[in-house]
């Protein structure tokens, strides 16, 4: 089994920065992938950002320049920075990452984190 747990959310002013990390335990096998995604209140999941095992990393438009997605694999923690936050930023973050067993791939989630931006 492997587990995901997002931590870093909270409450914070519009401008403000937050730091979101995802820690994967358990059973983990070749890690491809890690992303995040949100989800606002009445509206379909998104793709925040993701980052490969090479370090390549993409972005949704709306967050280029200000969110930064980051790994240490050493500490199987993917890290999300969110700078210059804005009100249309408040959603609950997953983070999800996607490993390969045996010629299979598979997705794991977190149970998420909320991100509230008060304008």
């Known amino acids: 089994q492997v587990q995901l747990v997002e931590s870093g959310g909270g409450l914070v002013q519009a401008g403000a920065s937050l730091r979101l990390s995802c820690v994967i335990s358990?059973?983990?096998?070749?890690?491809?992938?890690m992303h995040w995604y949100r989800q606002a209140p009445e509206k379909q999941r998104e793709l925040v950002a993701g980052?490969?095992?090479?370090?390549?990393?993409n972005y949704a438009d709306s967050v280029k320049g200000r969110f930064t997605i980051s790994r240490d694999n050493a500490k199987n923690t993917v890290y999300l920075q969110l700078n210059s936050l804005k009100p249309e930023d408040t959603a609950v973050y997953f983070c999800?990452?996607?490993?390969?067993?045996?010629?299979?791939?598979?997705?794991?989630w977190g149970q998420g984190t909320q991100v509230t931006v008060s304008s």
């Open positions: 999800a990452v996607d490993m390969t067993a045996a010629g299979l791939g598979y997705r794991y």
């Open positions: 358990g059973r983990i096998f070749r890690i491809n992938a």
């Open positions: 980052i490969t095992t090479g370090d390549s990393t």
